[in-house]
Structure formats: structure tokens, C-alpha cells
């Protein structure tokens, strides 16, 4: 299926901070992005991808175009989608990371606009966020390909062309061709190959024939 970037605006992240702000401990755990489509008609979101910089844990909202009359409403798509398997290691802190429709809690039809919720909990990291954010829309259906019918519809097995009138079989005319060579090569074997000579009567000449030569 093909897919088609949409032009969004990223906006600045806003910490929500964790602990007391008051004293050195306190430290930001959670950041809120929010996503905007400026220019864009509601669209159908089939995929988010981004790169992973040191976030644990990944939530996301969605702003839905309901009706006419209704005001967009945010409804929760994605909760606690775990990008580090153990938020004190390194592992899966900057991997590519491709999220789909069909992962989502949601229906993803009608977007206005996206809300990225990211935990970290792990004191260890100093900042922690998402790089390189793409969100995709289906693009246009590739135009269906017509076939002739008679690639579409293959003829069956054909049957052998029946023998025109009159004219005689095949297999029947080549068994009497055989025949009759067999039989020259009988012929031709059967024949003597030593020279008759020309007053040779009983192996002896006659000298009456000798003398009027």
C-alpha cells in the first residue's frame, strides 16, 4: 500500500515536571508534544515514524473531526506503548520506531491533531524526547491493470486437429513405408553378388560359343 507524508507542525515540548520543583531532585519525567496539521484536511492516519532519543514509555492522543456541530473531541490511541524494555539500559533508547493504524485503540479516520505524551522514569538520562517525527496518510490507489481476455481466461488444452477427408493416415502410411523397405533389404540380401560370366555355362566355358568370338 502506498503512503504519502503530511505536512504537520511539531511544537515545542512542555515538561511536566516530577518531584519538587524547589529542590535539585526535581526533574522532568514527562514531556507533551503536540502535533499539528496547518493547511490539511482531516485525514486518515495510517502510520508514525520517528527516531527514539531516551523515552520509556510513549502515549498518544488524537483530536478527531466529529460533525459539523459536534466540537473535536481527544481520545486516547496509543497508552504506554513501551520503547525501553528496562528504562535504566541502554537498549531501544535511540532505535527507529514505526507505529500503524492497526496498532492503534482507536479509529484513526478524520485527524486533526496528534498529542505525544513521553514518560521516561529513569533518573539516569539527563533529556529524553522523539527526533525525526513523519506521520502518513494512504496515498492514491495505483490504477487497477486490465488484462486481454484471453490471458485472463486461458484456453483449455487443445484437441489434436481432426484428418481431413480422403486423405490417409499418418501412422498407418508410415507402418506400410516400413514394410516395404524391410522387404527391399530382404530383397537386396537374398541376391548373389558373384559375376555370371558371359560363356560361363556350369562353371566350364563351351568352346563352340568360344570359337565364334
Same mark, same amino acid.
Given at each position: =500500500?502506498?503512503?504519502?507524508?503530511? %505536512?504537520?507542525?511539531? +511544537?515545542?515540548?512542555?515538561? *511536566? &515536571?516530577? #518531584?519538587?520543583? !524547589?529542590?535539585?531532585?526535581?526533574?522532568?519525567?514527562?514531556?507533551?508534544?503536540?502535533?499539528?496539521?496547518?493547511?490539511?484536511?482531516?485525514?486518515?492516519?495510517? /502510520?508514525?515514524?520517528? +527516531?527514539?532519543?531516551?523515552?520509556?514509555?510513549?502515549?498518544? !492522543?488524537?483530536?478527531?473531526?466529529?460533525? $459539523?456541530?459536534?466540537?473535536? +473531541?481527544?481520545?486516547? @490511541?496509543?497508552?504506554?506503548y513501551c520503547l $525501553? %524494555?528496562?528504562?535504566?539500559?541502554?537498549? #531501544?533508547?535511540? /532505535?527507529?520506531?514505526? *507505529?500503524?493504524?492497526? &496498532?492503534m485503540l482507536c479509529?484513526?479516520?478524520?485527524? *486533526?491533531?496528534?498529542?505525544?505524551?513521553?514518560? &521516561? %522514569?529513569?533518573?539516569?538520562?539527563?533529556?529524553?524526547?522523539?527526533? /525525526?517525527?513523519?506521520?502518513?496518510? &494512504?496515498?492514491?490507489?495505483?490504477?487497477? $491493470?486490465?488484462?486481454?481476455?484471453?490471458?485472463?481466461?486461458?484456453?483449455? @488444452?487443445?484437441?489434436?486437429? %481432426?484428418?481431413? /477427408?480422403?486423405?490417409?493416415?499418418?501412422?498407418?502410411?508410415?507402418?506400410e513405408v516400413q514394410? $516395404?523397405?524391410?522387404?527391399?533389404? =530382404?530383397?537386396?540380401?537374398?541376391?548373389?553378388?558373384?559375376?555370371? #560370366?558371359?560363356?560361363?555355362?556350369?562353371? @566350364?566355358?563351351?568352346?563352340? *560359343?568360344?570359337?565364334?568370338?
Amino acid at each position: =500500500m502506498s503512503r504519502v507524508s503530511v %505536512p504537520c507542525h511539531v +511544537k515545542g515540548t512542555v515538561a *511536566l &515536571q516530577v #518531584g519538587d520543583v !524547589r529542590t535539585s531532585h526535581g526533574r522532568p519525567g514527562v514531556l507533551v508534544i503536540d502535533v499539528t496539521f496547518p493547511n490539511v484536511a482531516p485525514f486518515e492516519l495510517q /502510520e508514525i515514524t520517528f +527516531k527514539n532519543y531516551y523515552t520509556a514509555f510513549l502515549s498518544i !492522543r488524537v483530536r478527531q473531526h466529529t460533525s $459539523m456541530h459536534t466540537p473535536a +473531541k481527544w481520545v486516547t @490511541c496509543l497508552r504506554d506503548y513501551c520503547l $525501553m %524494555p528496562d528504562p535504566h539500559s541502554e537498549e #531501544g533508547a535511540q /532505535e527507529y520506531v514505526s *507505529l500503524f493504524k492497526h &496498532q492503534m485503540l482507536c479509529d484513526m479516520a478524520r485527524v *486533526l491533531e496528534l498529542r505525544l505524551i513521553l514518560r &521516561q %522514569p529513569s533518573p539516569l538520562w539527563l533529556s529524553f524526547t522523539v527526533e /525525526e517525527l513523519q506521520i502518513y496518510q &494512504q496515498g492514491p490507489k495505483s490504477p487497477s $491493470m486490465t488484462f486481454p481476455k484471453w490471458l485472463s481466461h486461458p484456453v483449455p @488444452c487443445e484437441q489434436p486437429v %481432426p484428418l481431413l /477427408e480422403g486423405l490417409p493416415d499418418p501412422s498407418r502410411v508410415s507402418s506400410e513405408v516400413q514394410q $516395404m523397405w524391410a522387404l527391399t533389404e =530382404m530383397i537386396r540380401a537374398s541376391h548373389t553378388s558373384t559375376r555370371i #560370366g558371359r560363356f560361363d555355362v556350369d562353371g @566350364c566355358y563351351d568352346l563352340n *560359343l568360344l570359337s565364334y568370338t
